[in-house]
């Protein structure tokens, strides 16, 4: 969004408050909202992401309905968002002054990149790509616990255009000692400590080497927008949302484990072994999330949607996985006694999310559930209840369910 759209939606704002927001344009810098406005903010929502569900202004945390998923590609003002810290001047003014990425650490020679030779120096890569937050779903978790109480729109599959990780770690020379890709970003912490980064994540150096792993400047067809990362983000598809660093100045090439913030502890990290609800596990069993699980949505229709029962009932929606592709989706309506196969499409690219799509038949008027069930290449599916519950509510993948009145 440019500063000029928030600038006016300050005033607009403002002007349904019954008086103007005095120097409202210094604020609309920072990524705060005035005080005396927060929880308009929070009712009509972020400029351009009105129909997102607020969970937060400061830091911006927002989330879609199913429903606003439908489409195979999620359109910029329905991607969710999850920022830890605040939005880097830089990107609100979508300014590229004295920006480069520094590439270092176990590399042969470090590099400095400026946005045009990034652009020149490798091939130009497009792909639709699935990010989800590791906390997608946390708010089913019981005992509750804290963070973003993320319901089922923590995830969007936009497209995203830029270069290959790869290229530009090969270019650099990757050496035999590196263990560990970790970003470093721009984005200030909440109270704008001077040089402390809210969060500074990765992946093993494997996943930063993986082709679909990207350096990416560009979101269906327009520069990143400013809370998506502008100028320049990583995308790690299939692995944590966190692991997917926006706003970048530098990616460092480490011979260890990266421990920057939201690395350690319980952050990102998941019980090795099943622990009870409630229950406090050692740190030493705590290991970091990879490869996020097979999930499905239901996009289509609405829950709650009222439909005759003399004519078949279209139901769609989307599935997808950390690794590899999702092989069958099936549906049920009568709380898994009998199982129908939805007709399921490929990806677009590894990565993607696939559509599905299925007609159902209902036996009686009434009310009844519509349960989706996605299965991975190895077979694995999605649970009927709440998975594993873990200290900071991450990897939810229980099968999403809609209620239906048949009439
Ligand atoms: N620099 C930086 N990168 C970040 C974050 C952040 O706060 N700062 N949030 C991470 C988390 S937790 C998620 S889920 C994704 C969300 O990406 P999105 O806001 O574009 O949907 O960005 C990740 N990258
Ligand atoms: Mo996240």
């Given at each position: 969004?440019?500063?000029?759209?928030?600038?006016?939606?300050?005033?607009?704002?403002?002007?349904?408050?019954?008086?103007?927001?005095?120097?409202?344009?210094?604020?609309?810098?920072?990524?705060?909202?005035?005080?005396?406005?927060?929880?308009?903010?929070?009712?009509?929502?972020?400029?351009?992401?009105?129909?997102?569900?607020?969970?937060?202004?400061?830091?911006?945390?927002?989330?879609?309905s199913?429903?606003?998923?439908?489409?195979?590609?999620?359109?910029?003002?329905?991607?969710?968002?999850?920022?830890?810290?605040?939005?880097?001047?830089?990107?609100?003014?979508?300014?590229?002054?004295?920006?480069?990425?520094?590439?270092?650490?176990?590399?042969?020679?470090?590099?400095?990149?400026?946005?045009?030779?990034?652009?020149?120096?490798?091939?130009?890569?497009?792909?639709?790509?699935?990010?989800?937050?590791?906390?997608?779903?946390?708010?089913?978790?019981?005992?509750?616990?804290?963070?973003?109480?993320?319901?089922l729109?923590?995830?969007?599959?936009?497209?995203?255009?830029?270069?290959?990780?790869?290229?530009?770690?090969?270019?650099?020379?990757?050496?035999?000692?590196?263990?560990?890709?970790?970003?470093?970003?721009?984005?200030?912490?909440?109270?704008?400590?001077?040089?402390?980064?809210?969060?500074?994540?990765?992946?093993?150096?494997?996943?930063?080497?993986?082709?679909?792993?990207?350096?990416?400047?560009?979101?269906?067809?327009?520069?990143?927008?400013?809370?998506?990362?502008?100028?320049?983000?990583?995308?790690?598809?299939?692995?944590?949302?966190?692991?997917?660093?926006?706003w970048?100045?530098?990616?460092?090439?480490?011979?260890?484990?990266?421990?920057?913030?939201?690395?350690?502890?319980?952050?990102?990290?998941?019980?090795?072994?099943?622990?009870?609800?409630?229950?406090?596990?050692?740190?030493?069993?705590?290991?970091?999330?990879?490869?996020?699980?097979?999930?499905?949505?239901?996009?289509?229709?609405?829950?709650?949607?009222?439909?005759?029962?003399?004519?078949?009932?279209?139901?769609?929606?989307?599935?997808?996985?950390?690794?590899?592709?999702?092989?069958?989706?099936?549906?049920?309506?009568?709380?898994?006694?009998?199982?129908?196969?939805?007709?399921?499409?490929?990806p677009?690219?590894?990565?993607?999310?696939?559509s599905?799509?299925?007609?159902?038949?209902?036996?009686?008027?009434?009310?009844?559930?519509?349960?989706?069930?996605?299965?991975?290449?190895?077979?694995?599916h999605?649970?009927?209840?709440?998975p594993?519950?873990?200290?900071?509510?991450y990897?939810?993948?229980?099968?999403?369910?809609?209620?239906?009145?048949?009439?």
């Amino acid at each position: 969004m440019h500063s000029g759209d928030r600038r006016s939606f300050l005033s607009r704002l403002g002007m349904a408050l019954g008086a103007p927001v005095i120097f409202a344009d210094v604020l609309s810098r920072s990524g705060i909202f005035p005080e005396a406005l927060a929880q308009s903010v929070l009712e009509k929502g972020w400029p351009g992401k009105e129909e997102l569900r607020m969970l937060s202004d400061r830091p911006l945390n927002a989330e879609a309905s199913a429903t606003l998923l439908d489409d195979p590609i999620t359109p910029n003002h329905r991607h969710f968002v999850r920022n830890n810290g605040l939005i880097p001047d830089r990107a609100v003014k979508a300014d590229l002054t004295g920006w480069s990425l520094t590439v270092d650490g176990e590399v042969g020679q470090a590099l400095t990149l400026d946005m045009p030779s990034l652009k020149r120096r490798f091939p130009n890569v497009s792909a639709a790509l699935v990010i989800e937050c590791g906390g997608n779903g946390r708010a089913g978790f019981y005992p509750r616990v804290g963070g973003n109480p993320w319901t089922l729109g923590a995830v969007g599959c936009a497209r995203y255009t830029g270069v290959r990780l790869r290229d530009v770690l090969q270019e650099a020379g990757v050496r035999d000692s590196a263990v560990y890709l970790a970003y470093h970003a721009e984005d200030p912490t909440l109270n704008r400590e001077p040089g402390k980064a809210p969060i500074s994540r990765g992946v093993p150096i494997e996943k930063a080497l993986d082709p679909h792993t990207l350096l990416a400047w560009e979101m269906n067809g327009v520069p990143l927008p400013a809370e998506h990362g502008f100028p320049l983000r990583l995308i790690c598809p299939g692995w944590p949302g966190s692991t997917s660093g926006k706003w970048l100045k530098r990616l460092q090439v480490r011979d260890q484990v990266h421990d920057g913030p939201k690395m350690t502890g319980t952050s990102y990290r998941i019980p090795r072994h099943p622990v009870a609800p409630g229950e406090k596990a050692p740190e030493e069993d705590f290991e970091i999330i990879g490869a996020m699980p097979v999930k499905s949505l239901i996009t289509r229709p609405a829950h709650q949607f009222q439909t005759p029962l003399n004519q078949p009932l279209e139901v769609g929606g989307h599935a997808w996985c950390g690794e590899g592709e999702v092989k069958q989706v099936d549906l049920t309506t009568d709380y898994g006694v009998s199982w129908q196969p939805a007709r399921l499409q490929s990806p677009a690219n590894p990565f993607a999310w696939q559509s599905w799509q299925c007609q159902l038949r209902f036996p009686e008027s009434g009310f009844y559930e519509i349960w989706a069930r996605a299965t991975d290449q190895d077979g694995r599916h999605q649970p009927m209840v709440v998975p594993g519950w873990n200290p900071k509510g991450y990897l939810n993948n229980a099968m999403h369910r809609i209620a239906v009145r048949v009439v």
